[in-house]
């Protein structure tokens, strides 16, 4: 009875073995498909200018406040005006440091709101392309994700890129 048990057992385990390796599988590089796609273009392109502007109101600020500085070392300046005129200094460091960190908040927050959707979105591609094409399981081979080796054949990292552009552009 027991070596009924263990034979049963061993066929059926090898059944399941052989089922798990036909299964179908692919990777993706979510990475690639972010920065090679359009949507991740112009998501780079609008933070890039938001990180612009940031820097041209900080550049403004800092002028102000090498002006004041300057103004400072006048040593014709009364000490009323002195007070006055280091009073505004301090403020305006205390506005320069507020507005960077602010600004830095404002720039995580439109990476991470964009970065989301995308990802969002690719993921559904994926999904949709995966039942198309019967495919069992996608893995994600970038960001730190460990497959140690996959065949080219089983990357669809460009098929999604290009699926991606393709829904994003009739989106616009």
């Keep these: 009875m027991k070596k009924i048990f263990v034979i049963l057992f061993v066929v059926l385990f090898s059944m399941v073995g052989i089922k798990a390796f036909s299964s179908t599988i692919a990777v993706v590089d979510l990475g690639k498909v972010m920065s090679n796609s359009q949507a991740g273009k112009n998501a780079k392109t609008?933070?890039?200018s938001l990180i612009a502007a940031k820097k041209m109101v900080i550049n403004r600020k800092i002028e102000d406040i090498k002006?004041?500085?300057?103004?400072?070392q006048?040593?014709?300046?009364?000490?009323?005006?002195?007070k006055k005129e280091t009073d505004l200094y301090e403020n305006?460091?205390?506005?320069?440091?507020?507005?960077k960190a602010s600004a830095a908040q404002e720039i995580r927050e439109k990476e991470n709101k964009l970065s989301s959707k995308m990802i969002?979105?690719?993921?559904?591609?994926?999904?949709?392309?995966?039942?198309?094409?019967?495919?069992?399981?996608?893995?994600?081979t970038g960001r730190g994700i460990n497959v140690i080796y996959w065949n080219d054949k089983?990357?669809?990292?460009?098929?999604?890129?290009?699926?991606?552009?393709?829904?994003?552009?009739s989106k616009k």
């Design 120 to 140: 969002n979105d690719i993921v559904k591609i994926i999904k949709k392309y995966a039942v198309k094409h019967n495919i069992d399981a996608v893995f994600e």
């Design 74 to 82: 006048n040593k014709k300046i009364s000490k009323a005006q002195k």
């Design 92 to 99: 305006k460091i205390r506005d320069l440091q507020q507005y």
């Design 154 to 169: 089983l990357d669809i990292t460009k098929k999604i890129t290009q699926l991606y552009d393709k829904q994003y552009s």
């Design 67 to 72: 002006s004041i500085a300057k103004k400072l």
């Design 46 to 48: 609008q933070i890039d």
